[in-house]
């Protein structure tokens, strides 16, 4: 028996798997601040470093694990609300239906997750919440 939830493998998961693009998020509002760019500039003009340096780089790792410090959180409340045994099919049958439709549109089309990234859910889903097989009852109709 595991000694974490159902739900806190679906919030490690989804964390995980959102890394990329929790992390393109963050760079682009980070990459807009204007100190950062100064500092790109300065540290260029010193000469220490390449002309395609990117302070982007080097803050990338410190970015990455901004996806755990914000989604785990949110995803642990929320699916603490949700019973437990059932988050497995859930988690499942959502990323099934957006497979089957090629993508998964949120927030009127705001951030949509193509097929390929929704194929890795899937695989994670599989490896680390996989689907208990279950005896269903057939009900009869003649």
């Known amino acids: 028996m595991s000694m974490y939830s159902n739900g806190q493998i679906l919030s490690a998961v989804i964390s995980h798997w959102s890394q990329p693009l929790v992390g393109q998020i963050v760079q682009g509002k980070v990459a807009s601040i204007p100190v950062l760019g100064m500092a790109e500039n300065w540290i260029k003009n ?3 470093v390449s002309p395609n340096y990117s302070i982007m780089k080097d803050l990338a790792p410190v970015i990455g694990g901004v996806s755990d410090m914000l989604i785990s959180p949110f995803l642990n409340r929320y699916l603490a609300m949700v ?7 859930m988690a499942h049958g959502i990323v099934d239906r957006a497979i089957e439709n090629g993508e998964l ?3 009127d089309g705001f ?3 193509e097929e390929s990234d929704l194929k890795r859910l899937k695989r994670l889903l599989e490896l680390n ?3 208990a097989e279950e005896d269903f009852y ?5």
Request: hydrophobic share 55%; charged share 15%; net charge negative.
């Open 111 to 113: 951030l949509v997750i």
């Open 46 to 48: 010193l000469g220490i």
């Open 83 to 89: 019973d437990d045994s059932s988050l497995p099919a």
């Open 138 to 142: 057939i009900v009869k109709t003649e």
């Open 129 to 131: 919440l996989p689907l």
């Open 105 to 107: 549109s949120l927030a």
